[in-house]
């Protein structure tokens, strides 16, 4: 809950005369109640003992006149209530079977006050004794006080600070008045104009109507507005000089972000996303050995042959066409391409990222790729234009991939799977594609695909190898 300026000055006040009344009315009689109980009962004790010691002397002397003034002497305490003599002795209680102290009243005053010698005291009367010794008697001189000089006292001070916390309850209403003008009203003044500040309103000014604090607070604040204005026209120049440098900066940062992007685009199409974000991260990428890929190696047939009917122009316009499309089919069945080799295209599934779909999935694009061949192959045919045929071969093992050497470094494969892969490619035959044993055990229980088993065929370098031709079920 939100308390304004002047509630606080009224609660603060009303705050202050509430400890101070508490303080009078309360605390302070309640501690003078104290010293005055503790002071009362100091000097009973002490008169108590006086007569005692004067009674015990007097015995000792066999003064029993000497007796009656010590008891004389109290008397002349306006508070004494009443005085007694006890004499005590020793007997035996037939009823408990030990001895006892036996109190006896000797003498008292006044003479015709009946004493109840066990009497302790209450709200009126303070009892105090003190015990005498002498070689013919001993007993206790029991004095009894009337407290009314307590009382009296006490209300004297409960008057005095009653009348106190009037006084400071009407001066603490004056001082709650004038803080309340010299105060609250020119503060509540400075917040109005603040607020209209901060809704932007700098014309705000406090007129200073005195020489105080609150005076040099309104100073302060027209001061104040008087800066704010001048730097919000400084801000306002420097806004739009930055506002034009901005400007500048955005163009350029656009530019730099679409140069940025063509350089990711294009070492994106060098390199294997994870082996570009390593190179571009740390300047180095080391290479990685995957116990189990696909490689698949595409040539076209009779190229030489070809290239001679077709200009050259025309000649890689075309390669560009089927390798385009190349590129779209693997990129669809998760291959990842290596490299072009003149009319050779080589590319491997399972890496960079490993899975254990790489044969089906190169076989699969194998098939997509001899179709699509086939289409173009009669297209080309109708305009009695010359056509690529392909060979394709794939292997699967394991083998190293990475990165060499410092300039035109491109992404590549090495290992024995690389080359039985090409000596496939080589030994297949034109639309065919031609695969190993261990491309087979991955595939062979696929219902998509049929395969015609070739026997063991002698392979360059490779020796005796067993073949199989697939084609889609």
């Avoid at 309103?201 to 609150?214: A, C, M, Y």
């Avoid at 050995?289 to 001679?308: C, L, R, S």
């Avoid at 490299?339 to 295209?345: F, L, Q, R």
């Avoid at 039985?420 to 062979?444: C, D, F, L, P």
Wanted: glycine content about 6%; overall charge negative; charged content about 25%.
């Amino acid at each position: 809950m939100r308390i304004g300026l002047t509630r606080r000055i009224w609660l603060t006040v009303a705050a202050i005369v509430l400890i101070f009344t508490v303080l009078v009315l309360y605390i302070v009689p309640n501690q003078q109640e104290i010293f005055f109980t503790q002071k009362f009962n100091q000097e009973a004790e002490n008169l108590a003992r006086t007569v005692a010691l004067g009674v015990s002397i007097a015995l000792d002397e066999q003064n029993f006149k000497g007796v009656a003034q010590a008891i004389d002497f109290a008397k002349k305490d306006e508070r004494l209530e009443y005085i007694a003599w006890l004499v005590t002795d020793t007997i035996w209680d037939e009823n408990k079977d030990t001895y006892t102290i036996s109190r006896e009243v000797q003498s008292s005053y006044p003479p015709d006050l009946e004493i109840d010698i066990n009497f302790t005291g209450n709200e009126s009367v303070i009892v105090k004794e003190a015990p005498y010794v002498s070689k013919a008697l001993n007993g206790v001189i029991l004095l009894g006080f009337n407290t009314q000089e307590i009382k009296d006292n006490m209300n004297k001070i409960r008057y005095i600070a009653i009348i106190v916390s009037i006084v400071v309850f009407v001066i603490g209403i004056l001082l709650g008045l004038w803080l309340a003008k010299t105060i609250s009203n020119p503060v509540i003044a400075i917040r109005d104009a603040a607020l209209k500040v901060g809704q932007g309103d700098l014309t705000q000014k406090i007129g200073s109507v005195s020489n105080d604090e609150i005076g040099e607070l309104s100073k302060a604040f027209n001061k104040m507005v008087d800066d704010l204005a001048d730097a919000e026209d400084k801000i306002q120049q420097k806004n739009k000089a930055l506002q034009t440098t901005l400007i500048d900066l955005e163009e350029k940062n656009d530019v730099i972000s679409k140069e940025k992007k063509k350089s990711d685009n294009l070492l994106l199409n060098i390199l294997p996303e994870k082996t570009a974000e390593e190179l571009k991260t740390f300047g180095v990428s080391k290479p990685t050995h995957f116990d189990e890929v696909t490689v698949m190696f595409i040539d076209f047939a009779k190229f030489t042959q070809i290239a001679e009917q077709l200009s050259a122009e025309e000649l890689v316009e075309e390669i560009d066409f089927c390798f385009r499309k190349f590129d779209a089919i693997t990129l669809k069945h998760r291959i990842e391409k290596i490299k072009t080799i003149g009319d050779a295209y080589l590319c491997v599934g399972g890496l960079p990222e490993v899975n254990n779909t790489h044969a089906k999935n190169c076989l699969n694009a194998a098939l997509e790729i001899q179709e699509f061949l086939e289409r173009r192959k009669q297209k080309r045919k109708l305009k009695d234009l010359p056509f690529f045929e392909a060979r394709i071969g794939m292997h699967t093992g394991q083998l190293v991939a990475g990165i060499v050497g410092l300039n035109k470094f491109a992404y590549d494969i090495w290992g024995d799977t690389v080359n039985t892969a090409a000596r496939m490619e080589s030994s297949s035959k034109v639309g065919k594609i031609n695969i190993t044993t261990s491309t087979y055990e991955k595939v062979k229980d696929d219902k998509t695909f049929t395969f015609e088993y070739r026997g063991e065929i002698e392979a360059k370098n490779k020796g005796v190898l067993k073949m199989y031709f697939a084609s889609k079920a």
